[in-house]
């Protein structure tokens, strides 16, 4: 693949979807992006262009379109790649976190035995909107003694100001509005 895919590409290729899943919000919606060969591609090569092999021990992904960009980026880093699972998902003893989200609440859970203290961690989701979902996940990877090197997005809305909630972490998105 020749050409470096740009954000301008990606940003063109995600759809908006007004109203769902409820009057007013405006949902982003990835799967064009994920659909093109190149696009997904290049999507992870700049969610990870970063780190080189070897420098990232877990790739840290939030349920459930986070899974997708995480699972690829830590195949790509060499890295293994952890879940942030939705509350009752995850089979063995886990962590838990309480948290807002832009629309409803909800509660996440991470394994405890998931990440090894002191591990290097690139934590990936889909879209920062409020920050809670992703503030709730540094919160579970924080208790089980990680670092966090990089936080990742594919989309930031802007206007909510989600980074807000992750302070004193380095915040990366490829797609603002
Ligand atoms: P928040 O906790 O408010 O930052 O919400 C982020 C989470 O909710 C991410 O996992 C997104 O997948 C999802 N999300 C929130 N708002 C949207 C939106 N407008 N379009 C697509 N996904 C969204």
């Known amino acids: 693949m020749p050409n470096p895919v740009t954000t301008a590409e990606i940003a063109a290729a995600i759809r908006n979807v007004p109203d769902f899943p409820k009057p007013g919000i405006q949902f982003k919606d990835i799967t064009p992006v994920l659909a093109d060969a190149r696009l997904f591609a290049g999507t992870i090569d700049l969610l990870t262009e970063n780190f080189s ?95 966090i090197l990089e936080v990742n997005f594919l989309i930031e809305l802007k206007f909510l100001d989600g980074r807000a909630k992750l302070k004193d972490l380095p915040i990366r998105s490829l797609v603002t509005y």
């Open 53 to 147: 092999p070897g420098e990232i021990d877990a790739v840290v992904g939030i349920d459930a379109r986070g899974f997708i960009f995480a699972a690829a980026a830590a195949l790509k880093l060499e890295a293994g790649f952890v879940p942030v699972r939705k509350k009752g998902k995850l089979p063995h003893t886990t962590h838990e976190e309480d948290y807002a989200l832009e629309y409803g609440h909800a509660t996440i859970a991470m394994h405890i035995d998931a990440l090894k203290p002191g591990a290097r961690v690139l934590l990936i989701d889909d879209l920062l909107a409020t920050g809670g979902t992703a503030a709730a996940a540094v919160s579970l990877v924080k208790k089980l003694g990680a670092e």
